[in-house]
Nanobody
């Protein structure tokens, strides 16, 4: 019902920067919050950053001061600006959105994931 499409990612050198994008589409009435996660094979998916429709943000300690989540000109888009990247940031990154569809049902949708590799 609600689809999320990600873009960005790729190979970057340690200390470099990268921006991830996420666009939601479908029968959306309202998105309550969007977030960015990352996951390595065999590990749990980790919440990195979260933003509500009111603009309130939160971050996990490992990315505070380095990563920034923000919304685009439309509430259906979100970005993750990553700076001072480290090799341990290497993972598959996913965006997520929760909200209400136009038919009154709730949704919890995920993007397809994109690989971020930090290496020289």
């Amino acid at each position: 019902q609600v689809q999320l499409v990600q873009s960005g990612g790729g190979l970057v050198q340690p200390g470099g920067s990268l921006r991830l994008s996420c666009a939601a589409s479908g029968s959306i009435f309202r998105i309550y919050a969007m977030g960015w996660y990352r996951q390595d094979p065999g590990k749990s998916r980790e919440l990195l950053a979260h933003i509500t429709n009111q603009g309130t943000t939160s971050y996990t300690e490992s990315v505070k001061g380095r990563f920034t989540i923000f919304r685009g000109n439309t509430e259906n888009t979100a970005f993750l600006q990553m700076t001072k990247l480290k090799p341990e940031d290497t993972a598959v990154y996913y965006c997520n959105a929760v909200g209400a569809a136009v038919d009154g049902s709730s949704f919890d949708s995920w993007g397809q994931g994109t690989q971020v590799t930090v290496s020289s």
